[in-house]
């Protein structure tokens, strides 16, 4: 049986790799097979891609340059762990994925979504998520939690306000995959939700 891929997204500290890991130990105690992953990185290579790609000096990093670090490493990603877990009926749970270069590199860093795209499927040969949920939160919270630490978290609050845009623009484009989850003072009440919608899409 083919293993379920799960995505998390979110702005910056809307609390994704708590949720991932919440929900990683929920399918874990059901008896579930999972490998939690993030992007940038998870592989090898992809870790060295990531500290390129947050590296706060590289300041002269353009937009096209860091569309292709992040293809690069998802492409490893997806060949390297992904694929292999999905097919040994490993659920996977990843912290972000293409939804993630769509509103960054391209609603909020304005690259073409066509582009973006195409070169999505070129680096996942096509490989679309079962489910993503979207952590819906306040922008001002979100960058105060996340503390403005790496190169892409200080690129200001326009920036974010059109990450966040981007990702309800996604919503909508595709209800059928991607849940908005309004991120609760209480992570638990979220880990909530969020059970409460795989169950019903997965009837699990
Ligand atoms: P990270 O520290 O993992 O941030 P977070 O905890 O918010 O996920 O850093 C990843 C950063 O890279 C984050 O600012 C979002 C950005 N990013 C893109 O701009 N494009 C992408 O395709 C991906 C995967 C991430």
New binding site residues.
Partial sequence: MQGIFITLE?????G??TQAKLLADWLQKRGQDVILL????STRIGEKI?EV??NKNFKEMTPLT??FL??A??AQLVDEKIRPALKKGVFVIL????D??????GF??GLDITTIQQLNTIATGGLEPDITFLLDMDIHEGLNK?GF?????E?GLDFHLK?REGYFKLAEQYPQRIFVVKVKPDPQDTHSEIVEIFCNKFSI
């Fill in positions: 979110g702005i910056e500290g809307s994704k790799s993030r992007e940038p990185g990531r790609l947050l860091e569309l992040f293809l490493s998802r912290d972000r994925y293409t993630s270069t769509l509103v960054y590199q909020a860093h996340s630490k790496d190169r892409i978290e690129k990450v």
